[in-house]
């Protein structure tokens, strides 16, 4: 409030990209409820809305205090008549009728339960819904035959659907270095993704590999995997050549340099520490049935050549909205393609290099935004 005991009429730019959001909000209530529309949509294909609500999300997550009365609101970008309406509802009543109905209702629990699964998207958990499967049981006695990943998916599902702690991302550091130096002494792997931006837990882990010497990198990743599953590191993995061609965003780039740009999904056998063991925990004979001294956790590894690792960390760091608008700031302001490869300047007709993060906002004439304030 002013000094007239006015309510604070609150002022963000238009893209995300321009904004410092740190994790530390205060319009958790309004942002969950707008990230549930959100993820709602998601399920249900409809990226569209689905961008609109988390665009809605980014603004409410950069306000400095809790709001408190519509009339705050006026101005601000980004908020469309549902998000409004939905805020509305929640100042009001404290909470939103649209967004508690949808959490009870079957179909998002039964997507959600669906998409748990690693390797299932929004596709498939649809197809089986419209077949009456809304459980894992219901789909373990469908009889439906699996992908390997979504094998590993069930199978791991608990695991997989609690949450990974900075502590086991800090493990997790521990073997992907140690691979990657066996392999290749010099080569240096960074914490990227949401433990970047310092977000205290995430459903995956997420590293960059590079090697200071351009093309030493070349083959790292078939290397690295190999070691981890030597040692017994890996439950499931699949390497994919990280096509860009195949992104709208972008010109398309030498196939040299797609073929050394490799990422790798894969779930890790993290041993449990002494203390994460639970009470219960003894020598081995005495171990009751169902502790095992293990967990899976998502770990994805990306390889980059050096001369792209710039672009790489910063498109691997997040978060998701905060990519998808520092390419929209890039096209619709800058006339320039940004992608976790290269930046393009479509009216020079050339690309523009960089070896840092700050290089690339420079680029792109934006205030440089810290890791820990890309939280949109
Ligand atoms: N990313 C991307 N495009 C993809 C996959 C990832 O731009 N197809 C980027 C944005 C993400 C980052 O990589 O922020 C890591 O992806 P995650 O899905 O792991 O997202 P976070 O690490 O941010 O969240 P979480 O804590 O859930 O892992
Ligand atoms: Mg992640």
């Not at 979504?150 to 992907?176: C, F, K, R």
């Not at 931006?197 to 790292?220: A, Q």
């Not at 009751?288 to 960390?313: E, N, T």
């Not at 479509?346 to 523009?352: D, M, T, V």
Request: proline share 4%.
């Amino acid at each position: 409030h002013n000094d007239e005991g006015e309510a604070v009429v609150f002022s963000v730019p238009s893209f995300a990209c321009q904004r410092r959001i740190t994790l530390d909000n205060h319009n958790t209530i309004i942002t969950g409820a707008l990230s549930l529309l959100a993820e709602n949509a998601e399920l249900s294909e409809e990226d569209g809305r689905g961008v609109a609500f988390r665009r809605a999300a980014a603004v409410l997550k950069a306000l400095p205090e809790p709001v408190t009365c519509m009339t705050q609101l006026r101005g601000l970008p980004c908020l469309g008549e549902h998000s409004l309406r939905v805020i509305k509802d929640i100042l009001e009543n404290g909470e939103s009728n649209e967004v508690e109905s949808m959490k009870q209702s079957e179909r998002y629990k039964a997507l959600k339960v669906l998409t748990g699964v690693f390797g299932v998207g929004a596709k498939t958990a649809d197809r089986w819904i419209r077949e009456g499967i809304h459980t894992l049981h219901q789909l373990r006695d469908s009889g439906h035959a699996l992908n390997r990943a979504q094998q590993a998916g069930v199978e791991h599902y608990d695991d997989l659907n609690q949450p990974v702690s900075m502590a086991e991302a800090d493990a997790v550091g521990e073997i992907v270095e140690k691979a990657v130096v066996s392999v290749l002494p010099g080569a240096q792997i960074t914490l990227t993704g949401g433990f970047r931006r310092g977000k205290p837990s995430g459903h995956d882990v997420d590293f960059l590999i590079t090697h200071p010497e351009e093309g030493r990198e070349e083959g790292l990743m078939s290397k690295v995997v190999s070691w981890l599953e030597s040692q017994g590191f890996l439950l499931y993995h699949k390497t994919s050549r990280n096509s860009y061609l195949e992104s709208a965003n972008g010109p398309a780039r030498p196939a040299s340099n797609m073929d050394r740009f490799e990422r790798c999904f894969s779930i890790f056998k993290l041993a449990k520490k002494y203390h994460e063991l639970g009470k219960d925990a003894g020598p081995e004979e005495t171990k009751p049935a169902g502790h095992k001294p293990w967990r899976a956790v998502r770990v994805d590894l990306v390889v980059s050549p050096i001369s792209q690792f710039a672009f790489a960390l910063l498109g691997w760091t997040g978060s998701k909205l905060f990519e998808r608008e520092l390419r929209r700031w890039a096209g619709q302001e800058k006339a320039m393609s940004l992608s976790s490869h290269a930046l393009f300047d479509n009216k020079q007709k050339r690309y523009l290099t960089a070896t840092s993060e700050e290089e690339i906002f420079g680029h792109l004439g934006l205030e440089f935004i810290p890791p820990s304030e890309r939280n949109a």
